[in-house]
Antibody, heavy 118, light 108 residues
Framework: EVQLVESGGGLVKPGGSLRLSCAAS????????MNWVRQAPGKGLEWVSS????????YYADSVKGRFTISRDNAKNSLYLQMNSLRAEDTAVYYC???????????WGQGTLVTVSS | SSELTQDPAVSVALGQTVRITCQGD??????ASWYQQKPGQAPVLVIY???NRPSGIPDRFSGSSSGNTASLTITGAQAEDEADYYC???????????FGGGTKLTVL
């Protein structure tokens, strides 16, 4: 059974940093691209970042480029999102999602809440 | 354009058919995928590619596309289909992804 479990969320002050993790199991992690998607309270889904299976290709939404860094450790079956210079508008539930056929997101974690507030 | 546009809300009578649409220039080049999200839960993929359903998704869900518009059709809507639905695709560059604003489906 495919499982994605996010961790690392919490309350952080504006300008602060946080590192999210996503532990994957139930599939060959090293064969799949992975994504981070976020959802602000009461709002819609927003794609944040993607990383290819071997980390060769990395992309970011304009809203986080230069502040967030996606990475992965295939030996540990883990995906990460380093978030720096956090702003109030980064407050959201952050989901990790596996990339499936036709660039869809076929499996999602339950999400971890990041709150940026003073 | 890198935007996908959805109607904010749609309603359907129990057992009837409803179509949820998603418009965007990138849909002329790339397929959309569709996600169902219920309150307090993670999104669930319901349609991807031309018209593919993941295992476990009822066959009352189907997808189609024409020009710059992708559609999700629910034939014989059930009470449990009441949820938010999001479309998703690549943007015009092909490297970034974009989600529609979501459609809240009410089953009457």
């Amino acid at each position: 059974e495919v499982q994605l479990v996010e961790s690392g969320g919490g309350l952080v002050k504006p300008g602060g940093s946080l590192r999210l993790s996503c532990a994957a199991s139930g599939f060959t992690f090293s064969s799949y691209s992975m994504n981070w998607v976020r959802q602000a309270p009461g709002k819609g889904l927003e794609w944040v970042s993607s990383i290819s299976s071997s980390s060769s290709y990395i992309y970011y939404a304009d809203s986080v480029k230069g502040r967030f860094t996606i990475s992965r450790d295939n030996a540990k079956n883990s995906l990460y999102l380093q978030m720096n210079s956090l702003r109030a508008e980064d407050t959201a539930v952050y989901y990790c999602a596996r990339e499936g056929g036709y660039f869809s997101h076929d499996y999602w974690g339950q999400g971890t809440l990041v709150t940026v507030s003073s | 354009s890198s935007e996908l546009t959805q109607d904010p809300a749609v309603s359907v009578a129990l057992g009837q058919t409803v179509r949820i649409t998603c418009q965007g220039d990138s849909l002329r080049s790339y397929y959309a995928s569709w996600y169902q999200q219920k309150p307090g839960q993670a999104p669930v993929l319901v349609i991807y590619g031309k018209n593919n359903r993941p295992s476990g998704i009822p066959d009352r869900f189907s997808g189609s596309s024409s020009g710059n518009t992708a559609s999700l059709t629910i034939t014989g809507a059930q009470a449990e289909d009441e949820a938010d639905y999001y479309c998703n695709s690549r943007d015009s560059s092909g490297n970034h992804k974009v989600f529609g604003g979501g459609t809240k489906l009410t089953v009457l």
